[in-house]
């Protein structure tokens, strides 16, 4: 499900700290890990007085080097590492997805918030805007450095879209013997379906995945927060969009903007 990866990063110590928690990957049968730094100019263009090739050269420059450490980093920890090259230069967010459509590559794995001393090349509105581009996978890393997968928030919000995320929860939680607590927030006059809790347990129980039903109201992306936090969760699994004002759209963003463990969106 998971054979190859895309890594974005703008080299950045922050955006670096995924590499603290990419040993965890290896129970999802990863085999190769691509890694792009985009070389962002959409601020520059129309600018006057900007040299944007010696600009590209200098960052070029700056970051192979560092590209290819980290490919070694991930070689180290037994996985295939290939540098997409040249560096790509444009806008990160299309760019990045055009990438990871042409590689068709099963995972985006990005940093959230990412800096660098020309400022931000991969900010978290770029993350955001990746996963509002494409239709692969993506994981947002903030600065979560443990394991990743030990206990999995599925936030599910009865929608068709939430239950295919399901295929998703399952796959990684049967491969990487997590535990996963399912929540969903009641919102305002919504009447639960008895049968709801069955359906979605009996898929992951059937695998022998321990599985924990908590049930909130409010607002959605704000309690999915939080319940993540009362419950230990390591990383949180939503869907891109659901039904009316149910999980997504912007729940998805929040939840990416004010997480403190990795999101993954699908």
Known sequence: ??????????????????????????????EEILLVRVVNISRFLGARGIDINSYVKEIESESVPKLENVAREMEDLGF???????????????????????????????????????????????????INKTEIPVIVFKDHQGDVFNRILYAHDLSKKAENLGVYVRFVAKHCNSDVVVVHILERGEILEENWIGRVVSGLREDGINVKIVIGDGNPPKEIVKIAEIEGASCIFVGRSGIGSRILGSTADFIVRYSKVPVFVA
């Open 80 to 130: 295939k590492a290939k540098l997409i090259m040249p560096l790509p230069v444009g806008d990160p967010v299309g760019e990045i997805v055009k990438i990871a459509e042409d590689e068709a590559v099963d995972l985006i794995i990005m940093g959230s918030r990412g800096r660098s001393t020309i400022k931000a090349i991969l900010l978290g509105s770029t993350a955001e805007g990746v």
């Open 1 to 30: 499900m998971f054979r190859r990866v895309l890594f974005a990063t703008d080299l950045s110590e922050r955006s670096l700290n995924v590499l603290k928690s990419i040993k965890n990957f290896r129970c999802l049968g990863i």
